[in-house]
């Protein structure tokens, strides 16, 4: 039986008082989310429990019980707050996927530090953009990272702390530098934690939008009651699980379900800090016998790639539930997963923006391949008319799909930008930015992004923060960055480039050009293909035509031109 019960019958009844209850929180109560996934974890008698089963790139393993996470946890909020750091602000979290980056993101809430965490292959001009703008305080990190936080310290004299989490005593730590270490630091048994309310800010999440450099989503403590009952209604997650989210804590779906969602539950949960691999990925499966996994449509395609045979060399029986986020889960990519684990992918919708899933398959529920599911119970979702934004009654007609605002973990600011976060809602809707239809089951069927966002591999790049970058470059003059298609990754950036007068186009200056995007954004932001052109289609106002150039990646119609500079 799943712990959601059937559909229909949920959907009717539901109420977040649901949630409230189970995590015995009523209106007016403190809710810190640093206590719900380890204190009270411990309170419920599981502290023994393992929380983290931790995989180093080497294959060393570590395991933490939930008392362990509670005095970590304890630890690194006593030694944020003794250092200086204060509720409210904002503290960055930069490192691999190792057990600190998870216990750090608890320990900042448990002191009623903001946490903002960033992902950890992020070059300089990426960290500077994203720790400008929230004012970050301090920032978290290991020595790998700590040559990229030198070289930007300079611009950012609000960053006054950098601490390190392994420092090994080697080189002197420099200006601002702190070390700290969980292992050897003495242990704080009790810690008073913040008495955080449910507005109160938690996590500050940065997402790519096409114009403007990437906003931060700000949550708050109570979207908690989202993430916990949407990982025990779609994740199903129950007291012996085994639970693996592949996705890294620098973005949402690796703190709401890689972090907030299993704990809170009181979930063992699986994290592998090591790159993608089929067999590794597999072993680790094998290994440590997951049951659940959350993972993305990038990874189901490499791993599809390889092929059935390769998941005939393992034993993969420990598995009983999986899904799937980031990016349309193709009905292929549902059908071979039937087929070759037995067990069917169910893709989720949401973003960075919603906090939690907001339309998705559920347990139980009869899937259509292809198709994102129904709304939770508890949202009230629609597809809106694309010119008068009235949701569309009419069955199998694309809309943009908008929310009902007032779910628990809906976003509360685009931190310093209220202009945007406001545009966001429309007719007392919030919409996603997103299209789809809806058929006679009221099942939804996505179709693309209503804007110039690049999803590659299920992370959102700008097209705007990338142009900026490239316009750095000594011998770009112009550029447009847009989506190319990709098998495994649905989408990578292509640019467009108009070279300064007397620079000659080579595969020298190509390979420079995407290195230089790499280093200074992130490998994600790398053009993958770099098209050089005499110039670039722009609308009168002068506005880059990205669509136009996209819609020829895609080989789709060109739409209307009419507005081209030079028709
Ligand atoms: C955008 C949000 C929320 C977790 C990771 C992404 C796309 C997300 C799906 C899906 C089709 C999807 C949308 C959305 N997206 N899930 N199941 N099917 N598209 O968070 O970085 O905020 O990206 O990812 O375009 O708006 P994010």
Redesign the pocket.
Known sequence: MNNMGPYDEIRKKFNWNISENELGYKDGDDINIGWYCSDRICDQGKGEKVALIWQGFSGEVKKFTFNDSRIITNTMASFLQKTGVENGDRVCLFMDKIPELYFGFLGILKMGGIAQPLFSAFGGESLITRLEDAETKAIITQKKHLGKVRKIRDELPGLEYIIVVDYDGKKPLQEREIAFSMEDSEKIEKFDVFRSKAETPSVLHY??GTTGQPKG?QHVHYSLISQYISSKYVLDLKDDDIYWCT?DPG???GT?YGIIGPWSNGITQCVLDSGFKAENWYRFIEDQKITVWYSA?TAIRALMKEGKSEVEKFDLSSLRHLC??????NAEAVLWSTDTYGLTFH????????GSMV?TNYPGMEIKPGS?GKPFPGIEATVLDLKTHEPIEKRGVVGLIALKPGWPSMFRAYWNNEKTYNSKFINGWYV???RASIDEDGYYW?VG?DDD?I?TG???VGPFEIESALLEHESVAESAVVGKPDPVNMEVVKAFIALKPGVEASDMLELEIMNFIRKKLSPLAMPQDVEFVDSLPKTRSGKIMRRMLRAKEWGEEIGDTSTLEDD
Do not use: K, Y
């Open positions: 997402t790519s989503a996705a973005w949402v779906t709401s449509p799937s986020v980031g990016e349309p889960l893709d989720t919708f949401w973003q960075t923006e919603t339309i994102m996603c930015g997103d996505f992004r966002v999803n299920g992370h959102l």
